[in-house]
């Protein structure tokens, strides 16, 4: 399973502008991380998710934007991906889990 | 004049404080209690230490429904 995960990130991580990526199992531990993301945020991140899902209805997964000054991070279910802004401010990954 | 009459496609709004008490709802959100708004500071407060630890200046979470922002030491949320 590691071997999976690992190829799915890298083939994910490799996809243009995509700075960092963080994989999370359901309690919020840090089963991967890459480039730019600390791990130490894994359980954050799916602190954030797991509120979010309170807010929709019972079948939808949650797809969150946090953006800042410099990046967008994606969720998307147990994936992160964090992606520094292009000059156009669009979103620069987007990974359906 | 409300803010279904200033925008057209107005939905829901909420105003909250750095409490998560509501200041004001309209809309979608009028039904929503202290629950939600307990739910989305609780959302803001893991995004803040995400984004302190970053060194990077926070903008707006939002996911497929709403839009959360904070200005002047309120919390702002639209359903979009």
């Given at each position: 399973?590691?071997?999976?995960?690992?190829?799915?990130?890298?083939?994910?991580?490799?996809?243009?502008?995509v700075?960092?990526?963080?994989?999370?199992?359901?309690?919020?531990?840090?089963?991967?991380?890459?480039?730019?993301?600390?791990?130490?945020?894994?359980?954050?991140?799916?602190?954030?998710?797991?509120?979010?899902?309170t807010?929709?209805s019972?079948?939808?997964?949650?797809?969150?934007?946090?953006?800042?000054?410099?990046?967008?991070?994606?969720?998307?279910?147990?994936?992160?991906?964090r992606?520094?802004?292009?000059?156009?401010?669009?979103?620069k990954?987007?990974?359906?889990? | 004049?409300?803010?279904?009459?200033?925008?057209?496609?107005f939905?829901?709004?909420?105003?909250?404080?750095?409490?998560?008490?509501?200041?004001?709802s309209?809309g979608?959100?009028?039904?929503?209690?202290?629950?939600?708004?307990?739910?989305?500071?609780?959302?803001?407060?893991?995004?803040n230490f995400?984004?302190?630890?970053?060194?990077?200046?926070?903008?707006?979470?939002?996911?497929q429904?709403?839009?959360?922002?904070?200005?002047?030491n309120?919390?702002?949320?639209?359903?979009q």
């Amino acid at each position: 399973m590691d071997r999976q995960l690992a190829d799915a990130l890298n083939q994910c991580s490799s996809t243009n502008g995509v700075v960092g990526m963080v994989c999370t199992d359901k309690s919020g531990l840090c089963l991967k991380a890459t480039g730019g993301v600390n791990a130490s945020t894994a359980g954050y991140y799916r602190s954030i998710i797991e509120k979010a899902t309170t807010l929709l209805s019972k079948n939808e997964a949650p797809k969150i934007t946090i953006e800042t000054d410099t990046s967008l991070t994606n969720l998307h279910s147990i994936i992160v991906v964090r992606s520094y802004r292009q000059q156009q401010n669009k979103p620069k990954v987007l990974i359906y889990h | 004049m409300s803010e279904a009459d200033i925008l057209k496609d107005f939905k829901g709004s909420m105003t909250l404080d750095t409490e998560a008490n509501i200041l004001s709802s309209a809309g979608t959100l009028q039904s929503e209690g202290k629950d939600f708004a307990k739910t989305i500071l609780s959302m803001l407060q893991d995004v803040n230490f995400i984004t302190t630890s970053t060194k990077q200046d926070f903008k707006r979470l939002s996911n497929q429904t709403f839009v959360i922002t904070i200005s002047n030491n309120k919390i702002f949320v639209v359903v979009q």
